[in-house]
Every structure is written in C-alpha cells, then in structure tokens.
C-alpha cells in the first residue's frame, strides 16, 4: 500500500513538476522549502528584492533586455530566452529554483563572470552527503522485511540523487553567481572572488549552509539538514560568528581592535554594503558608546562615486580581507567591560537615499554578526 502511495505521490508531481518546480519539492522536504521561501535566493528577483529593482531602473537598458537573469532568474526560461522581464509567477515564486541549484553540472570560469552549466538529465539531482560519496546514483526501490509483510521505501520515488559531483562539497557550486561580476570597464563590482582550493578549510557551504536540526526529507528522516535560508544578509545565522575571531589590544591612550577573517572573501565586498563595529565601554555602571567604524568599498570614476556599471576605480576600501585592525582613541580601564558588536547592512543609509529607499527600514536594518565581550 505504501509503495503504491508513493508511485501516485510521484505521477502526480511530475504532472505539474515544470509548472511549479520548488512547490513539488514541498511535498517531500517541507522544512528545507520553508527555509528556501525566506532565503536570498527566492528573493534575488526584481519583484522581491527592493534594491536589485532599484539598480535595475537606474541600469541604462541594451539590446539584450534584463541583463542579470542568468544569476537574479536562471528559473524563468521565457526571460532567459526574450531578455523581456516581467512580473509573473516564477519571478515572485522561483526566480532561483530549487531544482536549478541542484542541477548544476559545472561552474565554467569566464573574464566578466562565470556560468553555471546544468546537467541536461532529467530528474537526476546533484547533492552532497559525505557518508554517500562513492555510491552509485540512488534510484526509487523498497525493501521487503519480515518475509515479505514489510515493505520499506528507499530513495525518492520523484527523481534520482547523484552524491558524487565535486563541486557540492567543496563549495564550488555557487560559484557560478557568487565569484566576480566585472563591469564594462573590467572591474569587479561584488568581490567574492572565492573558488575554493583544497586547503582551504572553510567553503560556502560550511558558512553558508551550516547543518540545523530538523530531517532534510520525510521519506527517511534525518536529525539534521543543510540550512537552505542561506545563512548570511537576509538570514543572520549564529553559526556565521564562528569564522570571525576579536581580539582587543590595550595600549597607554588608546586600543586596537583585531577582527580575523576566517572565510575565504573580503567581508562587505558588494557594492553599497556596509559592515558596522560598534564599541561599548561599561565603566562604574555607565555605559560608553565609542564612534562605530565603518566598513565599505565606494566604487568610482574620475575620483567621483557613481553607480557600479560606471566604475573603474576604488575611492575607498576599508573592507575586512584576511585580518583587519581598528583603532579607538579612546582608553580602557582596569574594571572596564568592552563590547564588540560586528553587523551589516544591505545597503548603507547614503546609498539608501541615492536608490529612492530611504522610507524602507529593512535594507539598512543592522543584522549583526557577531558580538563578544572583555573584561578588562
């Protein structure tokens, strides 16, 4: 009876799989697609992220339409096709499918940016699970047990599993988008040059998709799953403060504060992003707020800030890349308490106001990443 209610859960799916492919996905991974409804990638669109439609109406239009689908809407196969942008579904829905992410095959390196290229199999999703690779490709069967009287299913009854692609275990997979994008000047306007070596212990899957309780699929229940929120800008998971260290050095009219990157991009590398460290000193019960220091890259031309697709130039850099020391001129106490609170912002507040968003409190809402204390 159960391998028959799979068989039909599985017909049924595919009758409207391409109509709707991340809604099919619900049916058997319904905490992985409540997470991926709240995450970056559902809402890299035009229609639900405010400040890509905001750059993109400034954006002078070429011949070729939206220029950014390849990475803001791989799913809408009309728009990659016309370059007509609209709002429709799968804007709103899945501009960046669930089955789009787990059909790339490989990641082709380019000059201006790179390309993700998809398996042309159908129903043969990639995916990474350590204790897997090496297998063969998991197919639907099951598995009788008590001379017969049982039967267990295995694997998904809607489309098979290869364990065995590279590029979702070192993290590689996502750079397809999230590497360089070079303007027409040849400058690179995001900074996350990042294609991860052997040696390099963190990916963008450790950081980014950290494991969190809960089963990744009802079939065969797990403990715990890949967070599919993307962990990061919209999702400002804990587990990220674990690959940023703080250390305070004391000094007779001042201090430094060190911050130590331990992923393997510059932290607040895209354009109009701001990084915030904000210093609170607790001393005889009063509480000392210290000026916050700001990290940004501001993209120019001609000494001037402009707009991405302008710029040729950096004007000013004070991003975090492996390490980064700041100076307070302030003193530290015996008996002082030092906070140190490291958040970021979509955007900056001045940059809000250049892209008509200064009424939206969420894209400059400080998300914070880390926070520490020292007793001194």
């Known amino acids: 009876m159960k391998k028959i209610i799979y068989i039909t859960l599985a017909l049924l799916m595919s009758s409207f799989a391409y109509a709707n492919e991340s809604k099919v996905c619900q049916k058997c991974h319904p905490i992985i697609y409540d997470e991926y409804c709240k995450s970056s990638h559902r809402k890299a669109s035009t229609v639900?992220?405010?400040?890509?439609?905001?750059?993109?109406?400034?954006?002078?239009?070429?011949?070729?339409?939206?220029?950014?689908?390849?990475?803001?809407?791989?799913?809408?196969?009309?728009?990659?096709?016309?370059?007509?942008?609209?709002?429709?579904?799968?804007?709103?829905?899945?501009?960046?499918?669930?089955?789009?992410?787990?059909?790339?095959?490989?990641?082709?390196?380019?000059?201006?940016?790179?390309?993700?290229?998809?398996?042309?199999?159908?129903?043969?999703?990639?995916?990474?699970?350590?204790?897997?690779?090496?297998?063969?490709?998991?197919?639907?069967?099951?598995?009788?047990?008590?001379?017969?009287?049982?039967?267990?299913?295995?694997?998904?009854?809607?489309?098979?599993?290869?364990?065995n692609n590279e590029n979702y275990y070192n993290g590689n997979v996502c750079m397809g988008c999230h590497s360089h994008v070079n303007n027409e000047h040849n400058f690179d306007i995001t900074m996350l040059d990042a294609m991860i070596d052997k040696k390099d212990k963190n990916t963008c899957v450790t950081c980014h998709m950290p494991q969190v309780s809960g089963t990744k699929v009802t079939l065969n229940e797990s403990k715990t799953h890949a967070f599919h929120g993307i962990a990061g800008i919209y999702h400002m998971n804990k587990e990220m403060g674990k690959y940023i260290d703080f250390s305070i050095k004391r000094q007779e009219n001042n201090f430094s504060v060190k911050i130590i990157n331990k992923s393997n991009h510059a932290l607040f590398g895209q354009a109009f992003r701001e990084g915030v460290l904000q210093v609170n000193i607790l001393r005889d019960s009063k509480t000392i707020n210290l000026k916050p220091f700001i990290f940004t890259r501001i993209l120019a031309k001609d000494g001037k800030e402009v707009m991405p697709w302008l710029a040729n130039e950096t004007l000013k850099?004070?991003?975090?890349?492996?390490?980064?020391?700041?100076?307070?001129?302030?003193?530290?106490?015996?008996?002082?308490?030092?906070?140190?609170?490291?958040?970021?912002?979509?955007?900056?507040?001045?940059?809000?106001?250049?892209?008509?968003?200064?009424n939206n409190k969420e894209v400059t809402k400080l998300k914070i990443l880390k926070t520490e204390s020292f007793n001194f």
Not at 103 to 123: A, F, P, Q
Not at 320 to 341: E, P
């Open 317 to 358: 850099d004070t991003l975090i890349y492996a390490k980064k020391d700041v100076t307070f001129k302030s003193k530290i106490l015996t008996g002082d308490k030092v906070t140190l609170i490291l958040g970021v912002r979509r955007i900056s507040k001045e940059a809000a106001k250049k892209l008509n968003l200064q």
């Open 48 to 163: 639900n992220n405010p400040i890509h439609k905001a750059l993109w109406d400034k954006h002078p239009k070429g011949t070729d339409g939206y220029s950014c689908a390849k990475c803001h809407s791989p799913s809408d196969k009309e728009l990659m096709q016309t370059g007509i942008l609209k709002d429709n579904k799968i804007q709103r829905e899945e501009p960046i499918s669930c089955v789009y992410c787990h059909t790339i095959k490989t990641v082709e390196e380019g000059d201006s940016s790179n390309t993700n290229l998809i398996t042309n199999k159908n129903r043969e999703f990639y995916t990474a699970q350590k204790e897997k690779k090496g297998s063969k490709k998991a197919e639907y069967a099951t598995k009788s047990s008590f001379f017969g009287l049982v039967k267990v299913s295995q694997n998904s009854p809607f489309h098979k599993i290869d364990y």
